[in-house]
């Protein structure tokens, strides 16, 4: 049986702000070096009708948390991607669930969706890259083991950017991969 639990972002990302991983979608496609290190992944919709894929591959059962944030700014209002987690031993999804999905899934895989559609919006404050963010609220899944995706999607078809965070590891071994080489362009 496959578990998740709720809790509030700022109870995930407090400790691990500093410690993420920063990356891009930019070809729609990112894959990590290794599924275990936390990521912060953005990307951008740039037509509203992309879907940014992650794979994972674990080849032991692993519980990692999910979270996406779109930076808190008037031409955001709208902009509500949403995120699913599919592959092997996640629960079957809903009939609203798989309506939601932006392709079917394989035979044999389940999912969890993220439809990011509470009515009150949370809003944390990224401390390094100093942006408020609407999230999703952060939600730990207990993976089986085997081959995963992450999808993200814009089902309204609005375009803007986001962030992808997942995983639980840190790892500095590359310097932060550069996030602060234009660092002071992100200050206020």
Known sequence: MTRTLRFPAWLLLL??????????????????????????????????????????TYEDGFTLPFELLVEKKAANVDHRPMYAVIGPGLPVPTDTERSLLPRALPTGWGAFVDANDDAERLVIFESVMRRFYWSSVATALVLPGGNYEILIWSPEGTTGDFVMAFGVEEDFSDGYGGLFEDWSTYAY
């Open 15 to 56: 400790p691990l702000a500093d410690a993420h991983q920063p990356s891009n979608l930019d070809d729609g496609v990112f894959t990590p070096k290794d599924p275990k290190i936390s990521y912060a992944v953005n990307g951008r919709f740039e037509t509203g009708d992309e879907v940014f894929e992650i794979p994972l």
